[in-house]
C-alpha cells in the first residue's frame, strides 16, 4: 500500500507502468515460484501497489481515469507475461471496482475509489469450499441485536486477501440474498491464512479466510444478487482479466523457449546428421516454434478484439443482447488462450530438450502456472456456449453471462 500512489491518465501511461512493474517482477519470478506461501511477496506487490496501475479502472466522475477493458487487458498481459501470480493478485481488485462503480452507493464510492487512488488494494473473499457447487455459500451477514451487520464463515481461493487493505466478501443474509461487503483486511474476527499449496500461480497465496463475529459498517454492504439480475458486463470485465492473465503466461513461455533456443539448446543428432550445426538449422525446431509464435499472437489478437468488443459495450449493456456480445467474445478470448498457454507449457520442452528440465531454469512452472489457472473456469462450456449462439441463437443464460 502506498500513499503517494502514481496517478495514470492515459493509455500509454498505463501500459508503460506495467511494463516497469514488469521489468521489476521478472527477476524475482523464479525465486517466488519455488518459496510459495512460505514468501509473501510483499515487495513485488508494493510496486504494484505504488505504480498506479490499482486505480486505472476507477470512473472519472469519482476521480480515476476512467481507463477501459483495453488497457486493462494490456496491462495485466504484460505483468503475466513476467509473473502471472502476481498479475492474479488484483484481479478481483478490479472487479471490486467495476461493482462499486455500478452499484455502490455514493458515500461507499467515495470512501473506497479514495483508497483505491492512493494505492490501496481490495482482496477478494467469493469462493468456497465444501459446498453441492459453487454458489453453495454458508458465509453469512447477519444482524445483531443493535441492528449492525456481522459476518461468520470461511473462505478459499482468498486471491490478494493477505495482503489487500480491504477485502470483498460476499455472504447470505438473513433472508438468504446474497450481499458483498467490504471489510477492512485487520478487523478484528477475520484472518488470513497462508495454506495455499499447489502446483502453479504459487505466489497468489490464494489460501483460507476466516470470519468470526466480524463487524461490518452497513454502508460498506451492497446488494450483490441484484448486480445478476440484469444485463451486465462485470463477469466479461473478471473473464478478460483471466483471458489477458492465460495470455501473458503464453507469451512469457514462448520469450522463455525462444531464448533458451537462442542461448543454450544444442541441435539434436537426427539435426547434425542432416546438417544442422545449430538449433536454428533444425527444420522441425523451426516449423514447431513457428505454429507456436502464430498461436500465441492469434491468443493475442483474440484479447484485443475482445476488449475492443467490452469497450463498446461498456460497463452497464444496454440489453441481454449487448451483454451476450461482450461475453461471448471474451469467452472466446479466454478458452483459447487457455489451450495454447497449456500447450506452450509442453512445447517449450519438445523444442528445447532435455537439458530445459534441469530445476535450475524452473521452465516448467510455465506450464503449472497455466494449467492451474486454465481450469479456473471449463473451457468446454465456453465454446458449448459460443456454438450455441452461433448455430442456433441461443443466448447464454443469466442476461448473456458466461
Known amino acids: 500500500m502506498s500513499d503517494a500512489a502514481a496517478y495514470l491518465d492515459s493509455h500509454d501511461e498505463a501500459v508503460a507502468a506495467a511494463s516497469r512493474v514488469a521489468g521489476k517482477l521478472l527477476p524475482g519470478v523464479i525465486e517466488r515460484d519455488r518459496a510459495g506461501a512460505s514468501l509473501v511477496p510483499r515487495e513485488a506487490l508494493a510496486a504494484l501497489d505504488n505504480s498506479g496501475l490499482l486505480g486505472i479502472s ?65 482482496g477478494n473473499a467469493l469462493a468456497e469450499r465444501g459446498g453441492r457447487h459453487a454458489q453453495d455459500l454458508t458465509t453469512r451477514l447477519t444482524t445483531d441485536a443493535a441492528g449492525g451487520f456481522r459476518l461468520d464463515g470461511r473462505k478459499y ?44 500461480q504459487r505466489a497468489t497465496i490464494s489460501g483460507t479466510t476466516t470470519l468470526e463475529a466480524v463487524a461490518v459498517d452497513a454502508d460498506l454492504v451492497l446488494d450483490y444478487a441484484s448486480a445478476y439480475a440484469v444485463p451486465q458486463q462485470l463477469g466479461a470485465r473478471a473473464q478478460l482479466v483471466h483471458a489477458a492473465i492465460e495470455t501473458g503466461i503464453a507469451g512469457g513461455t514462448l520469450r522463455d523457449t525462444r531464448a533458451y533456443l537462442r542461448e543454450r539448446a544444442r541441435p539434436s543428432s537426427e539435426a547434425v546428421r542432416s546438417g544442422a550445426d545449430s538449433v536454428a538449422g533444425d527444420p522441425h525446431v523451426l516449423h514447431r516454434y513457428g505454429r507456436l509464435a502464430t498461436r500465441v499472437r492469434a491468443a493475442e489478437a483474440l484479447l484485443a478484439d475482445a476488449a475492443r468488443t467490452l469497450e463498446r459495450v461498456g ?17 472466446a478470448a479466454k478458452a483459447f488462450a487457455s489451450e495454447v498457454a497449456v500447450e506452450a507449457g509442453s512445447e517449450l520442452f519438445a523444442l528445447c530438450g532435455t537439458s530445459a528440465t534441469d530445476e535450475r531454469w524452473d521452465l516448467h512452472r510455465h506450464w503449472r502456472n497455466a494449467r492451474t489457472h486454465s481450469v479456473h473456469d471449463p473451457v468446454d462450456w465456453k465454446y458449448h456456449h459460443l456454438g450455441a449462439y452461433e448455430v442456433g441463437d441461443v443466448l447464454p443464460p443469466n442476461h448473456g453471462q458466461i
Open 58 to 122: 476507477v470512473p472519472a466522475e469519482h476521480g480515476g481515469p476512467g481507463l477501459g477493458p483495453r488497457t486493462l487487458a494490456e496491462v495485466t498481459r504484460i505483468l503475466a507475461a513476467a509473473d502471472p501470480a502476481i498479475a492474479q493478485v488484483p484481479q478481483g481488485h478490479f472487479l471490486a471496482v467495476d461493482i462499486l462503480a455500478v452499484w455502490g452507493d455514493p458515500a461507499v464510492r467515495e470512501r473506497l475509489f479514495a483508497d483505491v487512488l492512493a494505492g490501496q488494494r481490495i
Open 315 to 331: 460497463l452497464v449493456p444496454a440489453d441481454a443482447e449487448a451483454a451476450t456480445t461482450g461475453s461471448l467474445a471474451v469467452a
Open 157 to 200: 481461493y482468498c486471491t490478494g486477501a493477505l495482503t489487500a487493505s480491504w477485502i470483498a466478501v460476499s455472504a447470505l443474509d438473513d433472508e438468504g440474498r446474497l450481499r458483498l461487503a467490504f471489510v477492512a483486511r485487520h478487523t478484528p474476527g477475520l484472518t488470513v491464512d497462508t495454506d495455499w499449496n499447489v502446483m502453479g
